[in-house]
C-alpha cells in the first residue's frame, strides 16, 4: 500500500506555518492531506496556530480581528534555509482552509491544541470538538477530515459527536502503543518517527490501526519508516518526500 503524505503545519520547509500560502503550496504538489493546528479566539472563532498565544497574547483572549492584524508570514524561519516568506499572511481561519479543499480530494489532519493544564487557553474539548465540526460540515469536509491531539479528552468529544471520523492519538514517548489506542480512543496511532519499530506497527496492523508517523523529513528516516510499513508519514517537506517516494 502506498505511503500518504501529510504535509506538517502545510509545508513549513517551503512556506510559513499554518498560513494559506503553505497549504495551497502543500496541495499544489500533490499532499494527501495537510496537516495543521487549531486555536479558538475570545469570539468563537476556530484559528489556525501552532502556538495558543500570539505576541505572548492568548489567542483565545483576542478578537478574529485583534488575531488577523498579526503578520505570520513575514519573518522566515532559521531553521529552514528554503522557506519562502509571505509578508503581509495573516492567521487564517480554518473555514479558509477547509475552503482550499474545493474541487480537490485534500484531506485535512486537524491537530486540537488543548492543555489540560491551562483551561483558560481554550474551550472545553466538547465545545472545541464542537466547533471544528461545525467548521467542517459548513464546507462538507468532514468526510476528508481526521482529528488528531495529545490530549484524549478531544478524541473522546469527535467518538460521540461523529464516530465515523478518524482519530488520531499523538504521542512522544515509550508507551504501549496498544495502551494508548485504549486510553484514547484512536483509530489512528501518530507516534514520534523515533518511537517506530516494524513490530510495534505490524502489532498495531494486526488490531486494526493505522499509523501515521510525525514529523519524518529525511531520505534515511523515510526509508526506516518505509520498511516499518508506515501508513501515512508528516512531514515539513511534502515535496521532497513526494518525489522520494516515487
Not at 42 to 70: M, T
Not at 159 to 170: D, I, V
Amino acid at each position: 500500500m502506498r505511503i500518504q503524505v501529510h504535509g506538517h503545519r502545510g509545508a513549513r520547509a517551503r512556506r510559513p506555518e499554518n498560513t494559506v500560502p503553505a497549504f495551497r503550496y502543500a496541495i499544489a504538489v500533490g499532499v494527501d492531506a495537510v496537516e495543521l493546528d487549531v486555536a479558538v479566539t475570545a469570539d468563537d472563532v476556530v484559528v489556525v496556530s501552532h502556538d495558543p498565544v500570539v505576541a505572548q497574547i492568548p489567542i483565545r483572549s483576542l478578537s478574529l480581528d485583534e488575531v488577523r492584524a498579526f503578520d505570520v508570514g513575514a519573518r522566515k524561519n532559521p531553521a529552514f534555509p528554503d522557506q519562502t516568506p509571505a509578508p503581509g499572511t495573516p492567521i487564517p481561519t480554518l473555514d479558509e482552509v477547509f475552503a482550499l479543499g474545493a474541487g480537490n480530494g485534500v484531506r485535512f489532519n486537524v491537530e486540537v491544541k488543548i492543555f489540560p493544564d491551562r483551561p483558560e487557553l481554550t474551550p472545553g474539548p466538547e465545545e472545541f470538538t464542537a466547533l471544528i465540526l461545525e467548521c467542517a460540515r459548513r464546507h462538507a469536509v468532514e468526510s476528508r477530515m481526521m482529528l488528531q491531539c495529545f490530549d484524549p479528552r478531544p478524541l473522546w468529544a469527535v467518538t460521540a459527536a461523529a464516530p465515523e471520523m478518524p482519530r488520531g492519538a499523538l504521542f512522544e514517548t515509550e508507551r504501549d502503543w496498544m495502551e494508548v489506542a485504549k486510553e484514547f480512543g484512536a483509530t489512528l496511532l501518530c507516534p514520534q518517527y523515533r518511537l517506530v519499530t516494524k513490530s510495534r506497527v505490524e502489532r498495531a496492523h494486526d488490531a486494526g490501526f493505522g499509523v501515521a508517523v510525525w514529523t519524518a523529513n529525511t531520505p534515511e528516516i523515510w526509508a526506516e519508516l518505509t520498511a516499518a510499513g508506515v501508513d501515512v508519514v508528516i512531514s515539513d517537506d511534502p515535496a521532497a518526500l513526494i518525489r522520494w517516494l516515487e
